[in-house]
């Protein structure tokens, strides 16, 4: 299925379960859930719903550790991808790379594999630090004072972290949900400088 079909990577949901399970047990999964007005969880690799996964980050942004929540998931949704999606070859050679040749090479990986975590909403790599996320399905009709892309953030974070370099740190300088144009994603090294290109 295409992005424009409106579906979303199973991830979206299925790593936010495990972390919520692991806080809270079956019983506040099952009210997550009802709050999200979902009957199932996904299984598989198949896509699902951009809507189903919007309609899970909208209940959870509701509970008062949503933050850790959505971090931990992220972290977890990356984990995922380190295990099952990119070669062990590949993670080898970006690992032995100098930071500023990795991070090219990441960050166009990550572009070509968008759909799975952008949906019908459009991604840019701006540059080999520096995402956008226009129309993102996750937050779209959302209104809030500050960024909620948490998990996107989180998810970038780790892959840049383990195969990039470990000081890496993502941050959401702009969110559509707080009246940006889009969603940006900064990648930066240290002690919160920019990387550079």
């Given at each position: ?165 470990p000081d890496c740190r993502c941050r959401e300088t702009a969110c559509a949900a707080a009246g940006a144009a889009e969603c940006r994603f900064e990648i930066s090294r240290g002690r919160g400088a920019?990387?550079?290109?």
């Amino acid at each position: 299925m295409s992005a424009a079909a409106g579906v979303i990577g199973p991830n979206a949901v299925l790593q936010h379960a495990a972390v919520i399970r692991r806080h809270g047990g079956e019983a506040r999964l099952a009210a997550l859930m009802a709050a999200a007005a979902l009957d199932r969880l996904p299984t598989g690799d198949a896509m699902i719903p951009e809507a189903e996964a919007a309609a899970l980050h909208r209940a959870l942004r509701t509970a008062p550790d949503a933050e850790a929540l959505e971090r931990e998931a992220g972290t977890a949704t990356a984990d995922y991808i380190l295990a099952h999606r990119i070669p062990a070859a590949a993670q080898r050679l970006l690992k032995a790379l100098p930071a500023p040749l990795a991070a090219p090479l990441l960050s166009r990986a990550i572009a070509r594999n968008a759909w799975t975590f952008a949906g019908s909403g459009s991604f840019e790599r701006c540059t080999s630090w520096t995402f956008a996320l226009r129309d993102n399905p996750l937050v779209r009709g959302e209104t809030s004072v500050m960024p909620l892309c948490v998990w996107h953030a989180a998810v970038f974070e780790r892959l840049y972290r383990v195969l990039v370099a470990p000081d890496c740190r993502c941050r959401e300088t702009a969110c559509a949900a707080a009246g940006a144009a889009e969603c940006r994603f900064e990648i930066s090294r240290g002690r919160g400088a920019q990387a550079s290109r």
